[in-house]
């Protein structure tokens, strides 16, 4: 099966050293000038089976490209991308969620309280139907999602969307209860024009293989 990505984009990024009270830049993974290809994988805890299996073929495929994997370490979806991906950030609320722990790949919001983190929240609060009323733990996870879309330093944004919910959301238009927590991240990447594929719809994954085929890069993806 014959993919492809999109020309990459090179996005200027301000690094700084690890802080326990902000959001850690990876320099294995970003530097200055760097030219970055990274995607969003997520998605409902409860995906279907045999669309996990999917998501960790196609995590495989992209990350032999050079694709960096943004996630959230939460079950199913996430985990599924996960486990395709050696390129990748994972981006958790708070320390030990989910059996997480900072290191080199794990980004922790636990005690972020720099500018950076603000502008997460606020986007957070922006894209959720009940932002200005979340408890501080919800609102961690909230802009978590934001990470996922925009990068460590909100200045790296994905050059895609990859996800599955119950719903098929695609766009803010679109979003339901059902979408989920999902919900924030594809709210904020729908404005931003940014492309969203979700594998709950039939035509998603045809529509996914066409928007990488029209760069130079080339990705053969056997699907199980």
Request: aromatic letters at 10%.
């Given at each position: 099966?014959f993919?492809?990505s ?13 802080n326990s009270?902000?959001v ?18 997520i998605g409902?805890?409860k995906?279907?089976s045999?669309i996990?299996?999917?998501?960790t073929?196609?995590?495989k ?12 370490g ?9 486990s395709?991906?050696t390129?990748?950030i ?6 030990g969620?989910n ?20 502008e997460?929240?606020?986007l957070?609060k922006?894209?959720?139907?009940y932002g200005?009323?979340?408890k501080s733990?919800v ?23 990859i996800c599955w919910?119950?719903?098929g959301?695609?766009?803010h ?5 059902a979408?989920?927590s999902?919900?924030?991240a ?8 940014i492309?969203?594929?979700n594998?709950?719809n039939e ?14 890069t080339h990705?053969?993806l056997?699907?199980?």
């Amino acid at each position: 099966m014959f993919w492809s990505s999109k020309p990459v984009i090179r996005v200027r990024i301000p690094l700084s050293a690890p802080n326990s009270n902000g959001v850690t830049m990876y320099h294995h993974l970003f530097s200055k000038d760097k030219a970055i290809k990274a995607y969003a994988g997520i998605g409902a805890r409860k995906t279907p089976s045999d669309i996990l299996i999917m998501m960790t073929d196609i995590a495989k495929a992209l990350d032999s490209r050079g694709y960096v994997l943004f996630s959230g370490g939460a079950d199913g979806a996430d985990k599924a991308f996960e486990s395709g991906a050696t390129q990748k950030i994972i981006f958790i609320p708070w320390n030990g969620f989910n059996g997480y722990s900072p290191t080199p790949d794990i980004v922790s919001l636990s005690g972020a309280q720099n500018q950076i983190y603000e502008e997460a929240v606020r986007l957070a609060k922006d894209n959720h139907p009940y932002g200005q009323n979340l408890k501080s733990s919800v609102l961690r996870l909230m802009a978590r999602n934001v990470f996922q879309v925009l990068g460590p330093s909100l200045k790296s944004p994905i050059k895609f969307l990859i996800c599955w919910t119950p719903d098929g959301c695609e766009s803010h238009i679109t979003r339901t209860l059902a979408t989920g927590s999902t919900g924030c991240a594809i709210s904020l990447a729908s404005k931003l024009n940014i492309p969203i594929f979700n594998l709950a719809n039939e035509k998603s994954f045809s529509r996914l293989k066409r928007f990488l085929e029209t760069a130079k890069t080339h990705i053969y993806l056997q699907l199980r």
